[in-house]
C-alpha cells in the first residue's frame, strides 16, 4: 500500500465525519502490519468533551478487531466539504494513544493542499513520549 493510496482512503472517510459543530471533518487509514486498513472520522456530540477524532475512530476499530500491529496512519482533515488546504497534523492526545500501541518508527502521513502530504515517524511527533515501557522497572 502506498502512502498516496492511505491518503486516498484517509480522504475518503472524511466523508463519514459528523461535524455539526466545528464542520471541520477528519479521516483518518490505519494500516496495519497485517494488510489490513481501518477508516476512521471524527464524531462530535453536544457536550463537546464526549467528540472523537477521527485517528482515534480507526485506532479503537482496529484494536477491537484485535489488531496489534501497526505500520503508518494516513491523516487528512479541512472545512467540511471541501478540500484540505492545508497540513492536518493530529492532535496530542491522539499521538499519546498512537504511541500505546506504535512504536517510535510508526509512519504519519499527514495530508495538505493538492493530495500532498509531509511524513514523520510518531518519534518526531511525540518527542520524549510516556509508554508502557515507563511502567516497567
Ligand atoms: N479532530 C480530529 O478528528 N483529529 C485531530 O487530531 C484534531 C481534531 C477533530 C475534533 C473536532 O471534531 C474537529 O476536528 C475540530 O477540532
Redesign the pocket.
Known amino acids: 500500500m502506498t502512502p498516496e493510496e492511505l491518503l486516498k482512503l484517509a480522504k475518503e472517510a472524511r466523508t463519514h465525519a459528523y461535524?455539526p459543530y466545528?464542520g471541520?471533518s477528519?479521516g483518518a487509514a490505519l494500516l496495519c502490519k497485517d494488510g489490513k486498513v481501518y477508516q476512521g472520522c471524527?464524531i462530535?456530540n453536544a457536550a463537546y468533551g464526549p467528540?472523537i477524532?477521527?485517528?482515534r475512530t480507526a485506532f479503537f476499530k482496529a484494536v477491537y478487531d484485535g489488531e496489534r500491529d501497526f505500520e503508518a496512519i494516513a491523516v487528512v482533515?479541512g472545512k467540511a466539504g471541501q478540500e484540505p488546504s492545508g497540513l492536518f497534523p493530529?492532535?496530542g492526545v491522539?499521538r499519546q494513544v498512537m504511541r500505546e500501541f506504535c512504536d517510535l518508527d510508526f509512519k504519519l502521513y499527514m495530508g495538505k493542499e493538492n493530495d500532498g502530504y509531509e511524513v514523520r515517524t510518531l518519534g518526531e511527533m511525540l518527542p520524549l513520549s510516556f509508554s508502557n515501557a515507563d511502567m516497567k522497572e
Do not use: A
Request: hydrophobic residues 20%; charged residues 15%.
Open positions: 461535524v466545528s471541520f477528519v471524527n462530535e467528540t477524532c477521527g485517528e482533515g493530529p492532535c491522539c
